[in-house]
């Protein structure tokens, strides 16, 4: 346990961080996982749909921190060419 009183305050900033940051994950893997469907379901419309939304939390996410940036070009780009490729 914190014994100083900065040391216990960076434990609640800790604290307020992660929440925020789990929250952030979860909301791109819904995001993500909803564009997959869409292209397992060979749906390119709501597939290109899902990408817009997907893609612009991606980069939130990204640029709050929750996930590294190039994790997240890496995965915008993957997804951007499986939807090409429904053509």
Do not use: C, W, Y
């Not at 100083?4 to 900033?13: C, T, V, Y």
């Not at 419309?45 to 939390?57: C, D, I, M, T, Y």
């Amino acid at each position: 346990m914190a014994n100083h009183s900065s040391a216990e305050k960076r434990n609640r900033q800790r604290i307020v961080r992660t929440e925020r940051n789990r929250a952030d994950k979860s909301t791109v893997r819904t995001f993500v996982k909803k564009v997959r469907a869409a292209i397992e379901a060979k749906d390119k419309v709501a597939a290109k749909a899902a990408l817009a939304l997907a893609g612009s939390q991606l980069d939130k996410a990204a640029t709050k921190g929750a996930v590294h940036p190039k994790a997240a070009a890496r995965t915008i780009s993957r997804l951007s060419s499986a939807v090409a490729k429904l053509a």
